[in-house]
């Protein structure tokens, strides 16, 4: 009975090894309402790059869990993980967004004074309801992203229950550590934190930055991409202090300019 269940454990973990190590030429189309040519298609697991064909057509190297990221001018930033079904077919298909620029909305209605506390006592806003105002308990914390989930499931637990003089296994665990999978979701968190550290500090710097120190819009997105590689990326722009991120992100346009140069 021992010898059978440990061949079943090998036949597991070389399933799942096999499986998810896989990696495969993605055939991929990109579908959009303006021109698809040339859109910056970004591995930024495998840290390889590609660019679309006139017909927004694209292939690039993936395994499964692997984050691509799309660019273009006129669109929105998009980003998909490679799942299962996609190494099976060898194909993906996405579809962006434009990047519109809409006009401030004018907005009709009572005027508002600039003191906070009588503008709300005056307006129609209600406060929405939470689960107290019902007797409800309810989570407050933080919502986790979707691979923080796939972490926990993965992870979850010890690797032993022990229930008086017998024992559980938690083959989850143990499978998804042993292939690797644990880790490099952890290091997806990690990449998808420091994304989102990114894409704050280009919103709250750019205007400011390339004021002084301009830089065509087509390089903006791939100019914080440059920063947020540097191993103090996260240190120096998380930081409340906003001088210090500045400083940090002046140097290195002085250093990505240089670059281009070269």
Request: glycine letters at 6%; proline letters at 2%.
């Amino acid at each position: 009975m021992l010898r059978t269940s440990f061949k079943f454990f090998l036949f597991c973990f070389a399933f799942v090894t096999s499986s998810y190590g896989q990696s495969v030429q993605l055939n991929g189309t990109i579908y959009a309402t303006a021109d698809v040519d040339g859109i910056h298609v970004i591995n930024k697991t495998k840290r390889n790059a590609t660019i679309t064909n006139p017909i927004g057509t694209f292939t690039i190297e993936a395994s499964e869990t692997d984050t691509l990221v799309f660019s273009g001018v006129q669109y929105k930033l998009h980003s998909v993980i490679v799942d299962k079904e996609m190494i099976d077919t060898k194909t993906i298909k996405v579809f962006l967004l434009e990047n519109i620029n809409q006009l401030d909305e004018v907005i009709v209605g009572k005027v508002l004074t600039g003191d906070l506390s009588s503008d709300v006592e005056n307006s129609d806003v209600k406060a929405p309801i939470n689960f107290y105002d019902v007797g409800i308990p309810g989570y407050q914390g933080k919502i986790k992203t979707q691979s923080e989930r796939k972490l926990a499931e993965a992870d979850h637990g010890k690797f032993f229950y022990y229930y008086g003089v017998g024992f559980a296994i938690n083959i989850n665990k143990i499978l998804n550590r042993i292939s690797g999978r644990t880790k490099d979701l952890k290091q997806r968190v990690k990449l998808e934190a420091r994304d989102e550290l990114m894409f704050r500090v280009k919103a709250k710097f750019s205007e400011d930055l390339f004021k002084g120190d301009p830089l065509e819009d087509p390089l903006r997105y791939e100019f914080f991409y440059f920063c947020s590689e540097d191993p103090e990326f996260t240190e120096k722009c998380s930081s409340e202090n906003e001088l210090f991120a500045m400083a940090f992100l002046q140097q290195k346009l002085k250093e990505y300019k240089s670059n281009l140069k070269n």
